[in-house]
């Protein structure tokens, strides 16, 4: 198993650039979570899916963010446009829906924002 | 949201000695998760605790379930340098994750 494979793992950007970040959960695993890492804020939960579904995005900080989950094996974190703000870790996490071993993380995308 | 409060903040011990740490909350969980984040890596699960009380060992790394259920507990024995890193805890209640705020470990060799 290949484990949750996110790209790119490093993207640095000129603020007010389009970014877009990529996650393959592990197969047979059909809840999905993006989650932000700062040293500030710590893991902060972002959005989740459950089947491909959004189930709460309360997280999402602003407009600016996106996600979508067009298939069980791909989704995609989008901010546009982007600001230095928003220059951190983005992780994402997946699960089978129902089972209590937690969450397996990706390695994560390192953003900056400059 | 949940606050999981996670103690120490971060570490700094020498090589050999065991390390403790908890986390603690106001609400009541039903799966307690530890997890270790290696730099520039997601955070890996090592301990996962499923009742009240329950203490289990995974090498040299021992974890509880509070009784209450609003808190555990990680140990670490005989620490080594590849013991360096964040360790977070994690609550689950329903189907909500809540994060600690982290302890970082750092050991000296």
């Known amino acids: 198993d290949a484990g949750v494979i996110q790209s790119p793992r490093h993207e640095v950007t000129e603020m007010g650039q389009e970014v877009t970040l990529r996650c393959k959960p592990i197969s047979g695993h059909n809840s999905l979570f993006w989650y932000r890492q700062t040293m500030m804020r710590g893991l902060e939960l972002l959005i989740y899916?459950?089947?491909?579904?959004?189930?709460?995005d309360s997280g999402m900080p602003e407009d600016r963010f996106s996600a979508k989950m067009p298939n069980a094996s791909f989704s995609t974190l989008k901010i546009q446009p982007s600001e230095p703000r928003d220059s951190a870790v983005y992780f994402c996490a997946s699960i089978k829906q129902g089972a209590v071993y937690g969450y397996t993380f990706g390695s994560g995308t390192r953003l900056t924002v400059v | 949201g949940q606050q999981l409060n996670q103690s120490p903040q971060s570490m700094f011990i020498q090589e050999g000695e065991d390390v403790s740490m908890n986390c603690t909350s106001s609400s009541i969980f039903n799966t307690w998760l530890w997890y270790k984040q290696d730099p520039g890596e997601g955070p890996v699960l090592l301990i996962a605790?499923?009742?009240?009380?329950e203490l289990t060992s995974n090498g040299r790394l021992t974890a509880q379930f509070g009784i209450t259920r609003k808190d555990s507990f990680l140990n670490i024995s005989a620490s080594i340098p590849s013991d360096v890193g964040i360790y977070f805890c994690a609550g689950i209640t329903g189907n909500q994750f809540y994060f600690g705020t982290g302890t970082s470990l750092t050991v000296i060799p």
């Open positions: 605790l499923y009742k009240a009380g």
């Open positions: 899916f459950n089947n491909n579904v959004p189930i709460d």
